[in-house]
């Protein structure tokens, strides 16, 4: 039997994330156990949930993710620029003239995320050694030393896109904003795919969408779905996303990940600890 994260709600939405009582533009907040946090925008956001998530295709650890996230950090501070040292380009600044890709692939988050996987994966115990060593096996930069210092943030936002720690990012949305984007689960989907892989499934249509989540990895398996949905839910056009007895909704962003069952979200009895993800419509 399998669990789902369900999506409802597709529709135009600009994320912000912080706590309840916090003002300012939109922004996302990854929180650790011992209150530490670290900031960033939608986009960046986006970014760093689409790095996990090319690794949870590929079968990598949270240390891959961690170094990723830092490296990314370092070169871009998770942004995907087209503009960099000589032709560097992308997320990772990887140079079309060093054998990384085209312009346009390296400029594909995608594709840049796991052209980084696919030659950290080639350094014998990269897992083990230090970050920086490890990122900088990858990079060749001429300024090494500086990717130890975003280990901590990485490593924070690590946990959350891998799962390992549920409800960790918070995302909030602009009231004020009078735009709206829809959303269509086509477009959800085509996206969990092109990510996570073909492995994904997902189950409605209309304003309505389940993801399923094998019961075997429930909890880690459903809180990655369910933040990565958060991280990219502006551009995607999702304003509820209810895992097990916890739900996010874009009208209430502020309030965070809030109890669901009271209000008729579900609980993790009732709904199998399913992903639902709702989508806003026009």
Same mark, same amino acid.
């Given at each position: 039997? =399998?669990a ?9 939405y600009?994320?912000?994330?912080h706590a309840?009582?916090q ?13 530490e946090s670290?900031?960033m925008?939608?986009?960046q956001?986006a ?5 996990a998530?090319?690794?949870?295709? /590929?079968?990598l ?14 070169e871009?501070?998770l ?7 000589r032709d =560097?380009?992308g ?6 003239s060093?054998?990384?890709?085209t312009?346009a ?5 995608v594709? @840049?995320?796991?052209?980084f996987?696919?030659r ?13 060593e ?6 060749r =930069? ?12 990485a ?11 549920a409800a960790?990012l ?17 477009a959800v989907?085509?996206?969990?795919? /092109?990510?996570?892989?073909e492995?994904v ?8 969408l389940?993801?399923a ?7 880690g ?11 990219? =839910?502006a551009e ?9 007895? /916890? ?6 962003? /502020? ?7 009271a ?5 993790? @009895? ?10 806003t419509?026009?």
């Amino acid at each position: 039997m =399998s669990a789902a994260v369900v999506l409802v709600g597709l529709g135009t939405y600009v994320l912000v994330h912080h706590a309840a009582d916090q003002q300012g533009p939109p922004h996302c907040v990854v929180t650790g156990e011992g209150g530490e946090s670290y900031t960033m925008d939608p986009r960046q956001a986006a970014n760093a949930a689409t790095i996990a998530a090319v690794a949870s295709a /590929r079968g990598l650890p949270e240390r891959a993710v961690t170094i990723a996230l830092a490296t990314a950090m370092q070169e871009s501070e998770l942004r995907n620029i087209d503009f960099g040292d000589r032709d =560097s380009l992308g997320l990772f600044q990887q140079r079309p003239s060093q054998g990384w890709g085209t312009e346009a692939e390296v400029l594909d988050p995608v594709y @840049a995320a796991g052209a980084f996987y696919a030659r950290l994966v080639e350094i014998p115990e990269y897992e083990t050694m230090p970050l920086t060593e490890a990122a900088q096996e990858v990079q060749r =930069s001429a300024f090494p030393d500086e990717y130890a210092k975003h280990e901590p943030n990485a490593s924070l936002l690590a946990a959350a896109l891998t799962g390992r720690a549920a409800a960790a990012l918070n995302c909030t949305v602009d009231s004020a904003a009078e735009e709206r984007v829809a959303g269509s689960p086509e477009a959800v989907r085509e996206s969990l795919v /092109r990510e996570f892989g073909e492995d994904v499934e997902t189950v409605g249509e209309g304003a309505l969408l389940t993801v399923a989540v094998p019961a075997s990895e429930e909890t880690g398996r459903g809180w990655e779905l369910a933040h990565w949905s958060l991280a990219h =839910s502006a551009e995607l056009g999702i304003e509820r996303i209810t895992f097990g007895d /916890r739900v996010w909704e874009a009208a209430r962003s /502020r309030d965070g990940w809030r109890e669901a069952g009271a209000e008729g979200g579900g609980n993790a @009895a009732d709904s199998g600890a399913e992903l639902r993800l709702g989508l806003t419509t026009e």
